[in-house]
Every structure is written in structure tokens, then in C-alpha cells.
């Protein structure tokens, strides 16, 4: 079976080729299994117990997404991937939450993605590999029954690639001139720009790369204005899930509207990033034949960057649209 994960610094992307799909937040904690309190009052606990044993016999239970999330879980902010604590974790949940796992071992090739500063280096995606390939592990979720996997093979591509592939296969390929992709993840803003040739699209490398920001470093803004307004250390989860919820955060019985908030961090970082795109892209910009958006953070900040170029687009389903295109690349080169 073939499967496609982008671990984002936010959320975690899968695609399986039968269409199955998984995403949740890029947390994973150490605690007590809150979904059995949740049980006992009738309601699925959110996110997932996860239970992983290594071949060597070595067992590791911990949660993963909002599950992690509420137990005071912090995303693994650290610059290289494979340097992520969790990225293994996070996984083999993906594979665990897709119903991969077989009670005879199923045999997966894998399809992963790294931000273009890390692709670019060469020993980065040796080492994500070498961390993934020939791994067998035995992976339950929650209280199913569990099962095997064998990761045959792993496949590592540069993030906004995938989405261009996407892009491309969505009817893109009518495009003569270069192709500009940025991606706005959660931490991380990838800018892409492709010259394409008779042998396909070339990524331009001077051109193209990361910058910092993405919706994390807006929630980050929000929570520290709270925290200087109030005197009270906001922690960043708190704002993310007052966002998902009422938008509405309550502090020493004052109401803060954090969505408005949001709404205004957001249009400043959006800002922040036009201007460091046009520096990169400078000599290129006017010569696009064609503007691709991707990433939750593309979607949030989609009316600043289409200021970019008239024919700005953002990607239908642009949260998956690595994800997906991991997995077209993987085909393609299985068929090859
Ligand atoms: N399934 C979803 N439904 C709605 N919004 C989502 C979903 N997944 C992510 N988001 C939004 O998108 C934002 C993150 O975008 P994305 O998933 O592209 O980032 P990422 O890939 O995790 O980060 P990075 O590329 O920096 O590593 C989240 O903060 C959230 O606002
Ligand atoms: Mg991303």
C-alpha cells in the first residue's frame, strides 16, 4: 500500500491510495488516557490513544492531536525534521488512524515531504530516511484490535512540490511561462518557482525557498497581546482552541474576541510575507504565467497574498494539496 504523509509543524496530512484520509494537530503527549473519562460520560473522546511496539519489544503509549493538545502537549518546534522528536510518532499514528495496520503485516511504501530548507539539504533527507525505512512496528488506535506494519520504502519530496503537482494535475499544465507555488503552513511559508522546461518543471533554487510565519506565529501574536494586557502567561493552545470554538477567550473574567484579533495578526503577517516574496521573486514577479497558493495559512491569508499577481489561485483543498501530491509522485514513479 501506498500512503502519503506531510507532518506538518501544525498538522498532519495522510492520503492512503484507496482515498482514505487522516489529519490532526502535530502533538503528541505523555499522559492519562482522558478518553476513558470521556467514554464513561457517553461522548468519543477528541484525538487518539495510540499504542506503538518497535520489533525490538520496546512499547510506547502516548496521544496524539487534540487529545495531546489538551493535555498541555506543545508542538516539537525544532528546525530540522528529522531532529523532531515526534515525527516517527506522528507517523505511525497516521498510519494507525488510516486503519493501515494488519493483523498480517501490511507492507507500506511511504511518500513524506520536507520543508524546502531542509529538502535542499541532502544529508536531511538521508536521515529521515534511514530513521523510517525497514521499521516494523505493531500500531494500535484507541481500542481497536491493532495491527502490523512493514515501512518498505519511504520517498522524500520538498513540501510546496507536492502541491504544485496538484496544482498541475487540477489543470495547471496548460502553463507556458514560470509557475510561483507558496505554501503557508503553521509555522513555515515555502515560496516555489518553476521554470518549465521540455524535460518538466525545474525548480529555480535561488528563487525559491522558506520563510518563517505561518498561522502558529499569529496565534503566537494573539496570545502574547493577551498575556501583556492581562498580566497572565496565555499559553498558545489555549488561543487555538478558543479560535476553533467560540472565538472567544475568557481571562480573569474578561472577555477577549480573539477571532478579531486573529483577523488583524493575520493581515499584518500576510503583509509581512508579500513583501519578503517580491524581494525573493524581484526580477520574476511580472513574468508569472501562473500563481498558486497552498496550506491552512494560504487559505487564512489568501486576500493579502493575491496582491502578489492577478492570477493569484488558490488551490481547491489547499490543506491537502502536498499530501495528495506526494502521493501522485510516489505513483508516478512506482509506474516509471
Ligand atoms: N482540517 C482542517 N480544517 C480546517 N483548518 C485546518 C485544518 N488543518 C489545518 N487547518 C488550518 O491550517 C493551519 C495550518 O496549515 P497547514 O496544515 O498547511 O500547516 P502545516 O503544514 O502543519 O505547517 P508547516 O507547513 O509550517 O509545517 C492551521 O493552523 C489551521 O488554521
Ligand atoms: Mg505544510
Not at 85 to 111: I, K, M
Not at 272 to 282: E, G
Not at 291 to 312: W, Y
Amino acid at each position: 500500500m501506498l500512503v502519503s504523509v506531510d507532518v506538518g509543524y501544525g498538522y498532519t496530512k495522510a492520503v492512503a491510495d484507496t482515498g482514505r484520509r487522516a489529519w490532526f494537530p502535530s502533538v503528541v503527549a505523555q499522559g492519562p488516557g482522558f478518553g476513558r473519562l470521556a467514554s464513561s460520560i457517553g461522548v468519543a473522546g477528541p484525538g487518539h490513544e495510540v499504542t506503538v511496539r518497535q520489533a525490538d519489544g520496546t512499547e510506547s503509549r502516548f496521544l496524539v492531536g487534540e487529545a495531546a493538545l489538551l493535555s498541555n502537549g506543545v508542538r516539537s518546534w525544532d528546525l530540522t525534521s528529522s531532529g523532531r522528536r515526534d515525527y516517527g510518532r506522528l507517523v505511525l499514528s497516521a498510519l494507525g488512524v488510516l486503519g493501515v495496520a494488519q493483523p498480517e503485516t501490511a507492507d507500506v511504501d511511504l511518500a513524506l515531504g520536507l520543508p524546502l530548507f531542509a529538502f535542499f539539504q541532502a544529508d536531511e533527507r538521508r536521515r529521515l530516511q534511514q530513521q523510517l525505512a525497514g521499521q516494523r512496528a505493531w500500531i494500535q488506535v484507541g481500542r481497536d484490535g491493532g495491527g502490523y506494519v512493514h515501512i518498505r520504502d519511504v520517498k522524500v519530496y520538498a513540501q510546496a512540490v507536492g502541491a504544485y503537482v496538484t496544482a498541475a494535475g487540477d489543470g495547471a499544465s496548460a502553463t507556458q511561462g514560470p509557475v510561483g507555488l507558496i505554501d503557508v503552513g503553521y509555522r513555515t511559508t515555502d515560496y516555489l518557482l518553476l521554470n518549465l522546461t521540455p524535460v518538466g518543471p525545474v525548480p529555480d533554487e535561488a528563487r525559491s525557498g522558506s520563510a518563517d510565519g505561518g498561522v502558529g506565529t499569529a496565534i503566537e501574536g494573539v496570545a502574547r497581546s493577551v498575556s501583556e494586557e492581562t498580566g497572565v502567561l496565555v499559553p498558545d493552545s489555549m488561543v487555538e482552541s478558543a479560535l476553533g470554538a467560540s472565538g472567544a477567550l475568557m481571562v480573569k473574567g474578561r472577555r477577549y474576541d480573539v477571532r478579531d484579533m486573529m483577523t488583524r495578526e493575520l493581515e499584518g503577517l500576510g503583509a509581512r510575507l508579500v513583501d519578503q516574496i517580491r524581494r525573493a521573486w524581484d526580477d520574476r514577479l511580472d513574468f508569472l504565467d501562473a500563481l498558486f497558493v497552498a496550506g491552512g495559512g494560504g487559505q487564512a491569508m489568501f486576500p493579502q497574498l493575491k496582491a502578489l499577481h492577478p492570477s493569484a489561485t488558490l488551490l481547491d483543498d489547499p490543506i491537502f494539496a502536498n499530501a495528495r501530491g506526494f502521493l501522485s509522485l510516489a505513483q508516478s514513479e512506482r509506474q516509471a
